[in-house]
């Protein structure tokens, strides 16, 4: 099973990144797909999920601002992130988690920091 992440870099504060998220080695379209990000001295938080049939959450401190999608024939989602803030720094991760099951899996991060 692999979770590759990408997109995350330097932005300045207003700006926008996508980050994406390529998966193999289970079947994506039964998973639920979510972004987390887990700042400097605080704990992993959830930030938007996206559930099989493509109902979409997202933290409050995110909504209006990040979108959530996945293209089940690409085994790939995405998190569209406009009108950045500095308190968006935070190294994100993709997660899997299975509906049925305790089985999760997780990405290994890619670094967003939004900084003039």
């Known amino acids: 099973v692999q979770l590759v992440e990408s997109g995350g870099g330097l932005v300045q504060p207003g700006g926008s990144l996508r980050l994406s998220c390529a998966t193999s080695?289970?079947?994506?379209?039964?998973?639920?797909m979510s972004w987390y990000r887990q700042a400097p001295g605080k704990e992993r938080e959830l930030v938007a999920i996206?559930?099989?049939?493509?109902?979409?959450n997202y933290a409050d401190s995110v909504k209006g601002r990040f979108t959530i999608s996945r293209d089940n024939a690409k085994n790939t989602v995405f998190l569209q992130m406009n009108s950045l803030k500095p308190e968006d720094t935070a190294v994100y991760y993709c997660?899997?988690?299975?509906?049925?099951?305790?089985?999760?899996?997780w990405g290994q991060g890619t670094q967003v920091t939004v900084s003039s």
């Open positions: 080695g289970f079947t994506f379209s039964n998973y639920r």
């Open positions: 997660n899997a988690r299975s509906p049925i099951s305790s089985v999760q899996y």
């Open positions: 996206i559930l099989i049939a493509g109902i979409t």
